[in-house]
């Protein structure tokens, strides 16, 4: 109605604009004004609706470029020639001019970060070496910052936004570092890299509640020793401290870890921090062909592994034998987000006297994955070997019901830490760990913080839990000491029990008698569910073990009962062997289509079990007073009634002296009249037609 009133006004308006026009020209005329102003006047008007209606086009552009996007509206608006591509990936040179003039500011930052971050991180690392004293001494940046070649952003629900940067750095920047009182410097830092940044929503003013910056991959990193360091850039040693500080920069920023800052306390830390899994990417390592034969010339037999990487994430398969290996190994990694995610799959050859020698390198797409659900790939490597993987997309669910698996994403977050000291004992800086029963993850370590007593860890956890998983642990640890403060354990089970599985958030008292600890965590559990075709297979395969298992009567037909026994032989064999083909051919159909081909065949069946009542019979019993002609007409119409019958009685089909040959072709025959009501039809007309012709005569 209101769209009705619209257009009525509308019309009314255009109308009246058009007759005040007409009254002003005859006005205009008969006050003897010259008509070069009326000329004037429609040059001006039609000037101005042109406007108008550029502006008005302007919006609708702008509008619609909002809404579908720029390459979708251009596309649409011009005939553009099929080598026009729109890259996913932006310039940002107005970034690059803003990093010149923040980067002076940057320095003080990153000094703070190194010295309460990286450095504790950097000496646990060190003492698994046997190498202790280590601590940052100077961090400058130098004046060139670092160079950004392309930006992505998307948008990741309604609260979150996902931009990554292609960082590229070959900077002037000094670090001086002092291990065992021995001082060292590194120079001519090189790091290249993809680094995303998480911006967490909020509604009050700044609007970004929280920014998580992470590399989504270990960039590559490289660098100058300066000092008493040049020692170490003999072979073994150099190797050794680059993969020191590459383990240092995985466990600090690369993806599961994460620097995280939070900007806002509108919005509490756990809403926003707690991973929140999307689905599960589950990779079937299953074989190679054709790798090259390395070992001695191809004298000698290969021993070829796989290394799984998926952020700063590292499995390893079991090791294969010669140039065809066989692994069939499966890893399970939960995704909080999919998009630009890759798994990095690297092959060697294992040797025992040199350095495993390197075989291929094979990249999945986390983002394909997804949306592809299933994938079965053989992937050509570079040296004309070939790599065999299977990859399955989980979705994720809320709730239990028969399409969930029995192997669960659990997300945990921890807030802050309080450990309460005594007169013998002072904790200056902590870790949380959570341990399950073959797997176990670390939080950076923190030190106190100067407004509060608390340890501020506000780090979120995920990972999986299978089947045999029954309980998890989180404990606090003293990072300096290596002493345990602390722990507490909950059992899988009882998580069934919370309701929509989650903890809410709070504090538990896990402490000892020594030392009291409180910890702040939540953690919650999500499902996974079948992809839509594994779950028609299994559906499939469910129902045909049931007709398998199970024995359901089938009705007989009498026009079987025809048939002699070797003909019945023959004929048991041939169905038999029908079924089997039929059920081979449904497992490559969709469960509507088997359902649907059972349902025929169920209804075909109990068509041809029917068997029509006797037609009515003319009584030759009280026919005394027709002569010899008469009694054979009557018979003869008795006879043509009981042709109306498309299958014989069963005292007339009982006859088992009939020939094999006979049986088998009046087998056919009842066959062909049973699934033919078209044949019954005209055996019926031409059963009256004969009726019609002996009652003429």
């Known amino acids: ?67 579908e996007g720029e390459e979708n ?72 910052p670092p160079r950004i070649e392309g930006v992505t952003v998307d948008g990741v629900g309604t609260n979150k936004v996902v931009m990554d940067l292609d960082i590229v750095y070959h900077g002037d920047a000094r670090v001086q570092i002092s291990v065992m009182k021995v001082s060292a410097g590194v120079s001519d830092l ?21 920014v998580e910056v992470m590399f989504l991959q270990p960039p590559e990193l490289d660098f100058d020793l300066e000092g008493a360091a040049n020692f170490l850039d003999l072979p073994g040693l150099s190797g050794m401290l680059r993969q020191v500080v590459t383990e240092t920069l995985k466990s600090q920023m690369v993806y599961p870890n994460r620097i995280s800052v939070i900007t806002s306390d509108s919005v509490p830390p756990e809403k926003m921090l707690l991973p929140k899994p999307v689905g599960v990417l589950v990779l079937d390592i299953l074989e190679a062909k054709n790798l090259p034969q390395t070992d001695f010339g191809g004298f000698l037999q290969i021993d070829p592994y796989c290394i799984v990487q998926f952020g700063s994430t590292s499995k390893k398969t079991k090791k294969g034998s010669g140039s065809h290996p066989v692994w069939n190994e499966v890893f399970k990694f939960p995704i909080a987000i999919a998009e630009r995610q890759t798994v990095g799959i690297d092959i060697y050859d294992s040797d025992s006297l040199s350095e495993d020698e390197f075989l291929g390198h094979v990249v999945v797409d986390v983002e394909t994955a997804q949306k592809s659900k299933i994938q079965d790939l ?30 669960k994403v659990l997300s945990l977050f921890v807030g802050t830490v309080l450990v309460s000291p005594n007169k013998s004992y002072e904790s200056k800086q902590i870790k949380v760990k959570l341990e399950l ?30 089947e045999n998983t029954k309980e998890f642990t989180v404990k606090v640890i003293d990072t300096e000491e290596d002493v345990k403060l602390g722990q507490i354990s909950f059992n899988v089970k009882d998580l069934y029990q919370l309701e929509n599985f989650e903890e809410p958030f709070g504090s538990f008292n896990i402490g000892n008698q020594k030392v009291g600890v409180s910890i702040e965590l939540t953690f919650n559990l999500k499902f996974l569910t079948l992809p839509e075709e594994k779950t028609m297979k299994n559906a499939a395969n469910n129902l045909q073990k049931m007709k398998e298992s199970s ?49 025929n065949q169920q209804l075909n069946r109990s068509r041809r079990s029917i068997v029509p009542p006797k037609p009515p019979r003319l009584d030759t019993s009280k026919s005394g007073s027709l002569d010899g002609h008469g009694r054979k007409k009557l018979l003869s119409l008795n006879e043509n009634l009981d042709s109306f019958r498309h299958i014989d009685s069963v005292e007339e089909s009982l006859n088992m002296e009939d020939t094999e040959g006979v049986g088998d072709q009046e087998s056919k025959e009842d066959n062909k009249e049973d699934s033919s009501p078209t044949r019954m039809r005209q055996r019926m007309s031409g059963g009256l037609r004969k009726i019609s012709q002996k009652l003429s005569k």
């Open 190 to 210: 090189k790091l290249k890299g993809k680094l995303r940044f998480i911006m967490n929503l909020v509604d009050e003013l700044p609007l970004i509640g929280s």
């Open 1 to 67: 109605m209101s769209e009705l009133k619209r257009k009525i006004s509308e019309q009314v308006a255009s109308y009246s604009s058009q007759i005040f026009v007409f009254l002003f020209v005859y006005i205009w005329g008969w006050l003897d004004f010259s008509f070069l102003w009326v000329v004037l006047y429609l040059i001006g008007h039609t000037l101005n609706v042109r406007r108008k209606q550029k502006r008005e086009n302007e919006r609708k552009i702008a509008r619609r470029i909002v809404e």
């Open 73 to 144: 509206v251009l596309k649409s608006l011009a005939q553009l020639p099929s080598w026009v591509s729109f890259p996913l990936v932006h310039r940002a040179e107005w970034l690059n001019s803003l990093l010149v003039e923040l980067w002076p500011h940057v320095d003080a930052l990153t000094w703070k970060i190194m010295q309460e971050k990286v450095q504790p991180m950097a000496k646990e690392i060190l003492a698994e070496y046997h190498l202790t004293g280590f601590r940052f001494q100077r961090v400058e940046l130098g004046d060139q």
């Open 437 to 466: 029963e073959n797997n176990s993850l670390s939080s950076k370590a923190v030190g106190k913080t100067e407004e509060s007593e608390k340890f501020t860890v506000n780090e979120g956890f995920m990972t999986m839990l299978d």
């Open 551 to 599: 024995f359901i009567p089938q009705p007989i037909e009498r026009s079987q009962m025809r048939r002699t026994l070797p003909s019945l032989s023959r004929s048991l064999m041939a169905s038999r062997s029908n079924m089997a083909n039929t059920n081979n051919t449904s497992n490559g159909q969709s469960l509507e289509a088997l359902i649907s081909s059972i349902h």
């Open 378 to 407: 053989w992937i050509d490597l570079d040296n004309s070997g070939k790599f065999h993987i299977k990859t399955t997309w989980y979705e994720i669910s809320d709730k239990l019901d028969q399409n969930t698996l029995s192997s």
